[in-house]
């Protein structure tokens, strides 16, 4: 395809309800790449796209679109637990285990994971994301809890109890 072709597909186009925090940081990409914010964006809908195309296959056909992959999602995880919101909490080996499901901690400033182990993690939690201060205890592989964490900014080991 030519370039005069490939300018006659682009046409301009209105977004409305864009987030403005996430434009301006795809401005402050653009800039720095020394691109424009239509070839940023285009990459960004091209990128999502490749990534659901790759879903698609991956989960055989079920994600028809973002709502049946979230809803197969969630059948996937087997009633995915999600606990989010919250300013602070601290919960305990017990309470996890009674769930008998995967949970996932989502947008908590303050999360304490008290008395578990490394094999609770890998039995019950799903994910943790977007939490500002995760308390753990030190018998925990830091690492292996790491791999569940996105978005975490401060990881602090437990004292001891004397």
């Known amino acids: 395809m030519s370039q005069e072709n490939n300018e006659n597909n682009k046409k301009t186009i209105t977004i409305r309800g ?8 795809l401005t402050e990409i653009a800039r720095s790449s020394g691109k424009t914010i239509g070839e940023v964006t285009n990459q960004a809908f091209k990128t999502f796209l490749d990534i659901s195309d790759a879903a698609k296959r991956t989960a055989s056909g079920v994600v028809e679109s973002g709502k049946t992959f979230i809803e197969g999602f969630k059948e996937g995880m087997g009633n995915l637990i999600i ?9 305990n080996k017990e309470e996890i285990m009674q769930t008998g499901k995967p949970i996932a901690f989502k947008g908590i400033k303050k999360l304490n994971l008290v008395g578990i182990s490394d094999d ?10 977007d ?5 753990i205890p030190p018998s925990v592989n830091k690492l292996k809890l790491l791999q569940k964490c996105r978005r975490v900014k401060r990881v602090v080991v437990q004292n001891n109890p004397v």
């Open 18 to 25: 864009v987030d403005e925090k996430i434009y301006r940081k």
């Open 120 to 129: 609770d993690i890998e039995k019950y939690i799903q994910e943790i994301s």
């Open 131 to 135: 939490v500002d201060e995760l308390i």
């Open 83 to 91: 606990i989010s919101d919250i300013d602070e909490l601290s919960v």
